[in-house]
């Protein structure tokens, strides 16, 4: 068997137009959708992330500033520069990019990032209100697992999912989307004991560890779906994801590629939501 590839890129050029068109709309009232990303290390892998989002919003209009405190940037300045970023009304969404330098605590700066910015869905407060059932914006990578699904028409309602990683940007709230679609959800970890044979029961498996290639053919039962949100850097530059594509592409009925799958899908939520946040 060889698995259909979900692909993430054609999709995410539909999004892009549309957020296009509005950020066009916006322009003609004056409005300039802007986007921050605050970011304090000189990990390459992040600088090339950034760019990469930094691109894809200056093609559809909407302006980005990368803040760049450096790799030495304290906790205090993190603190000033979020909340600053908060108060400028002519910034309508933040990202703090991760990794923060040593001793700096994500916990202490997201609860800053202000609710109607926060279109990674990192506060705290902006978490509480996806469970609640609230409108808010999801986490990015979260939301774009659901949304690739959603747009291969994966069915979803009575099946049982299952997700690798139980990470605050991706897992838990991963489940919960699932949970709101009336997916049968079972998310895994490090301590999980027997991996393979909990993943292989699902009819939908979403890995999100950071592992490359962890997930092998005995971790997928014949025809279910993987969603291989993983991006792991490889020796000559490229990409790797959570799921070895060799073996479990020969036993899936569908796997999303890396790169090319959940990676564009998610930077073009990102701008969806900028422009969300602007409209308001
Ligand atoms: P993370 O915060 O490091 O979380 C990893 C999760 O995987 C943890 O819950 C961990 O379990 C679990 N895990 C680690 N080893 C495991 C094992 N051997 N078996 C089962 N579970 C294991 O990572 P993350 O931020 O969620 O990111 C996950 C992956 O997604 C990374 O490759 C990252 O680069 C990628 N990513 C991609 C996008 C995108 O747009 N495509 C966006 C964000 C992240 P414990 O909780 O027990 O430690």
């Not at 209009?61 to 908060?86: F, H, N, R």
Request: proline content about 6%; some cysteine.
């Amino acid at each position: 068997m060889s698995a259909v590839s979900l692909s993430g890129k054609d999709f995410a050029v539909e999004i892009r137009s549309e957020v296009q068109a509005r950020v066009g709309r916006l322009l003609e009232f004056g409005v300039e959708p802007r986007l921050s990303v605050v970011v304090a290390t000189d990990d390459g892998g992040s600088a090339w992330y950034v760019r990469s989002i930094a691109r894809a919003a200056e093609k559809v209009g909407i302006a980005c500033d990368i803040v760049d405190l450096g790799a030495d940037a304290t906790t205090d300045a993190l603190k000033a520069q979020i909340s600053e970023l908060g108060r400028d009304p002519s910034v309508h969404g933040i990202i703090l990019q991760t990794p923060l330098p040593p001793g700096v605590q994500t916990s202490e700066l997201v609860g800053l990032i202000d609710v109607y910015k926060d279109v990674d869905g990192a506060n705290p407060t902006t978490l509480g209100l996806l469970m609640a059932g609230v409108p808010t914006f999801p986490p990015a990578t979260a939301e774009a697992v659901v949304a690739l699904l959603e747009h291969h028409e994966v069915p979803l309602e009575g099946r049982e999912v299952a997700v690798v990683g139980r990470s605050t940007v991706v897992g838990k709230p991963l489940a919960h989307l699932l949970l709101d679609r009336n997916a049968t959800v079972t998310v895994c970890h490090s301590r999980t004991k027997n991996l393979a044979k909990v993943t292989s029961r699902a009819d939908v498996v979403v890995a999100a560890v950071g592992r490359a290639e962890l997930l092998g053919a005995e971790h997928v039962r014949p025809g279910a779906v993987v969603v291989d949100v993983g991006t792991n850097p490889t020796e000559d530059g490229g990409l790797v994801g959570d799921v070895n594509a060799g073996e479990v592409g020969a036993v899936a009925g569908a796997l999303t590629p890396v790169p090319g799958g959940v990676g564009p899908v998610t930077t073009a939520l990102l701008l969806r939501h900028t422009v969300h946040s602007a409209e308001k």
